[in-house]
């Protein structure tokens, strides 16, 4: 198994690992309409490589000639001396296998080498990843309601995690 960063010609790997993992995620979270919504907002090859350009780095998980999973981050995010985890992704059958915690500690020694004293991610206030979170070292440390359009919420808990 081994991480490796997604090049920009990399964004239809991503975008079908979003087309495989988010709308099963979400689907007792969010509605359809809101899932659609989100979907094409989100993961338009557009709007990724837009984050690209903007500084967002994306991270793949790979085994064999198979991916299972994605994770974006931003370094010092807004001027901080944080680095922000944007999207962390797993096939479903693969959750609960360990392969988040490999994500988290890839972003983490990234973060370390960046001198980032901090890891922080938004997540659903209803996302049961939480209790990932949780055990992986994350602490909640305020909440946002983030207005995305056609009348959709994003209603999330902010975590971080500080980098010993």
Do not use: C
């Not at 690992?17 to 709308?23: E, F, G, K, Q, Y």
């Amino acid at each position: 198994m081994q991480i490796v960063e997604a090049p920009k010609d990399y964004i239809f790997v991503i975008r079908s690992l979003a087309d495989r993992i988010w709308p099963h995620t979400f689907r007792d979270i969010l509605s359809e309409k809101q899932i659609a919504y989100m979907m094409d907002m989100m993961y338009s090859i557009s709007f990724l490589e837009q984050q690209m350009d903007n500084g967002h780095h994306y991270l793949l998980l790979r085994e064999n000639d198979e991916y299972l999973g994605y994770l974006s981050y931003e370094l010092n995010y807004k001027n901080s001396n944080l680095t922000k985890i944007h999207k962390i992704y797993i096939l479903p059958s693969l959750q609960g296998k360990g392969l988040g915690r490999l994500f988290i500690n890839a972003v983490k020694e990234v973060a370390i080498q960046n001198n980032n004293a901090g890891l922080s991610l938004n997540v659903n206030r209803y996302n049961k990843a939480i209790e990932f979170y949780t055990r992986v070292g994350f602490n909640i440390v305020g909440s946002e309601d983030i207005d995305i359009g056609d009348g959709f919420l994003m209603e999330d808990y902010i975590m971080n995690l500080k980098i010993e």
